[in-house]
């Protein structure tokens, strides 16, 4: 087994490194407090700021306008970003995801008209599962898509979209026929341009530049040519997409939990109390061995789940463990990294409070940590608790 990176990984990592630190590191506070990827046009500048590094179309095919690489590469690319920003993490993860999904569509004509666009970086994706009743079980979405002449009719609500309010596309999972259940959803690709719907900002705890929104389809008509999958088509299409999401979902936590890792050492060795380094009390000692063995499992757990995804074997299970595994562990692990520093730990004054805050969000989306430890438990078990 080779742990190593490649030349050409750690040359993207290494370069990718020096971008954050001149163009991210010194302006992040005041990035994440003025919220500045709620501006398409500046989020649109870090995406093709990042695209050389394959941060939105990293494992896209070449053809397609993307950068062709494997997932690994991807993933370290991701948890590079996050160790910095990972609300920046967060928007690129999106629109890679979504593009993958666009690429794996049948439809010719969607992936010559949109996805070189969406891998440069010049139009922004969002996904649309979520409704406000609908959540952790999508089965029975409410938002219909009723075909009428040359196209749908998309009518409904979806909430906590990631990029939504700056979105240009949105790939909108809907119903033909509510009556139906999981067996009549489908998903289209709205174009806001052609065919416009509304956003409502959500605010909340973390991720603050992190644009999350409601939306709203009112009598919206999308052509027929957007059709990803066919009302009825079901949500099978998804699964692949939730294997990348989870596992870009994990490795940002791995992302985080490194930056609270390495704050809290460096803050450990300079602090004094009782005339002695912190670092050489025997209880911080025990959260730095928490904070680092919690990490590296997590790093191994997500690792594997991309070397599964290079193999192209499917990995529903093993990207929800390293989902539900190293989310949980970086909200553990970032809160540790604020007891250490103690009172400065809790204070805007210091980073610390951002990253808990950041970490405590990759719980819930892609699959709450409950709904990760299902599909495991059900690979085991062969039973399942959930439909
Ligand atoms: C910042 C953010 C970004 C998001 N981005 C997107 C996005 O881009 N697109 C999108 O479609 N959605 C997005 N979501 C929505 C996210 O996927 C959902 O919030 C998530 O799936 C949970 O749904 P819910 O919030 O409705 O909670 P619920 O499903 O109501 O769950 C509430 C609680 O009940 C638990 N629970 C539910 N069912 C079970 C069960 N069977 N057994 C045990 N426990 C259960 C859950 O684990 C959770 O603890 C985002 C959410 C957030 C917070």
Same mark, same amino acid.
């Given at each position: 087994m080779d742990f190593s990176l490649t030349w050409q990984q750690q040359t993207v990592v290494d370069q990718l490194e020096k971008f954050l630190k001149k163009e991210v590191a010194p302006y992040v506070e005041e990035y994440d407090k003025k919220k500045i990827l709620r501006d398409p046009s500046k989020l649109k500048e870090f995406f093709r700021q990042l695209q050389p590094f394959g941060a939105i179309s990293g494992p896209i095919p070449e053809e397609y306008g993307g950068m062709g690489l494997d997932y690994t590469s991807t993933g370290l690319v991701f948890q590079k970003i996050a160790e910095y920003w990972a609300s920046l993490a967060g928007t690129c993860l999106i629109q890679v995801a979504g593009a993958r999904l666009l690429a794996e569509s049948q439809n010719k004509g969607i992936i010559e008209k949109y996805l070189p666009e969406v891998c440069a970086g010049n139009l922004i994706l969002c996904s649309g599962i979520t409704e406000p009743n609908v959540g952790s079980n999508p089965a029975y979405i409410t938002t219909t898509m009723k075909k009428e002449g040359t196209g749908y009719r998309v009518n409904g609500q979806k909430t906590w979209i990631s990029n939504g309010s700056v979105s240009d596309l949105a790939l909108v999972v809907a119903t033909g026929d509510r009556s139906l259940g999981p067996k009549g959803l489908g998903i289209i690709l709205v174009d806001r341009r052609e065919s416009p719907y509304g956003t409502r900002e959500l605010e909340k705890l973390g991720l603050k530049a992190f644009p999350t929104s409601e939306m709203s389809f009112e009598e919206v008509f999308v052509p027929e040519e957007n059709l990803i999958v066919t009302p009825g088509g079901g949500m099978r299409n998804l699964g692949r997409t939730f294997e990348l999401a989870?596992?870009?979902?994990?490795?940002?936590?791995?992302? @985080? #939990?490194? +930056?609270? @890792? #390495?704050? +809290?050492?460096?803050?450990a060795q300079e602090r004094e109390q009782w005339g002695k380094k912190i670092g050489s009390h025997q209880l911080i000692q025990e959260m730095i061995y928490n904070m680092k063995s919690r990490t590296e499992a997590s790093y191994l757990l997500v690792m594997r789940a991309f070397w599964l995804m290079d193999s192209g074997i499917k990995c529903e299970a093993e990207s929800s463990l390293a989902k539900a595994y190293s989310t949980e562990a970086a909200v553990r692990t970032t809160r540790e990294c604020m007891q250490i520093m103690g009172g400065y730990g809790y204070s805007e004054e210091y980073p610390a409070e951002r990253l808990y805050r950041d970490a405590s969000m990759q719980t819930i989306p892609d699959g709450t940590t409950q709904i990760q430890q299902m599909i495991v438990a059900r690979d085991l078990l062969g039973l399942a608790a959930f439909a």
């Amino acid at each position: 087994m080779d742990f190593s990176l490649t030349w050409q990984q750690q040359t993207v990592v290494d370069q990718l490194e020096k971008f954050l630190k001149k163009e991210v590191a010194p302006y992040v506070e005041e990035y994440d407090k003025k919220k500045i990827l709620r501006d398409p046009s500046k989020l649109k500048e870090f995406f093709r700021q990042l695209q050389p590094f394959g941060a939105i179309s990293g494992p896209i095919p070449e053809e397609y306008g993307g950068m062709g690489l494997d997932y690994t590469s991807t993933g370290l690319v991701f948890q590079k970003i996050a160790e910095y920003w990972a609300s920046l993490a967060g928007t690129c993860l999106i629109q890679v995801a979504g593009a993958r999904l666009l690429a794996e569509s049948q439809n010719k004509g969607i992936i010559e008209k949109y996805l070189p666009e969406v891998c440069a970086g010049n139009l922004i994706l969002c996904s649309g599962i979520t409704e406000p009743n609908v959540g952790s079980n999508p089965a029975y979405i409410t938002t219909t898509m009723k075909k009428e002449g040359t196209g749908y009719r998309v009518n409904g609500q979806k909430t906590w979209i990631s990029n939504g309010s700056v979105s240009d596309l949105a790939l909108v999972v809907a119903t033909g026929d509510r009556s139906l259940g999981p067996k009549g959803l489908g998903i289209i690709l709205v174009d806001r341009r052609e065919s416009p719907y509304g956003t409502r900002e959500l605010e909340k705890l973390g991720l603050k530049a992190f644009p999350t929104s409601e939306m709203s389809f009112e009598e919206v008509f999308v052509p027929e040519e957007n059709l990803i999958v066919t009302p009825g088509g079901g949500m099978r299409n998804l699964g692949r997409t939730f294997e990348l999401a989870r596992s870009l979902m994990s490795v940002t936590s791995v992302g @985080l #939990a490194r +930056a609270a @890792l #390495a704050m +809290a050492v460096c803050y450990a060795q300079e602090r004094e109390q009782w005339g002695k380094k912190i670092g050489s009390h025997q209880l911080i000692q025990e959260m730095i061995y928490n904070m680092k063995s919690r990490t590296e499992a997590s790093y191994l757990l997500v690792m594997r789940a991309f070397w599964l995804m290079d193999s192209g074997i499917k990995c529903e299970a093993e990207s929800s463990l390293a989902k539900a595994y190293s989310t949980e562990a970086a909200v553990r692990t970032t809160r540790e990294c604020m007891q250490i520093m103690g009172g400065y730990g809790y204070s805007e004054e210091y980073p610390a409070e951002r990253l808990y805050r950041d970490a405590s969000m990759q719980t819930i989306p892609d699959g709450t940590t409950q709904i990760q430890q299902m599909i495991v438990a059900r690979d085991l078990l062969g039973l399942a608790a959930f439909a």
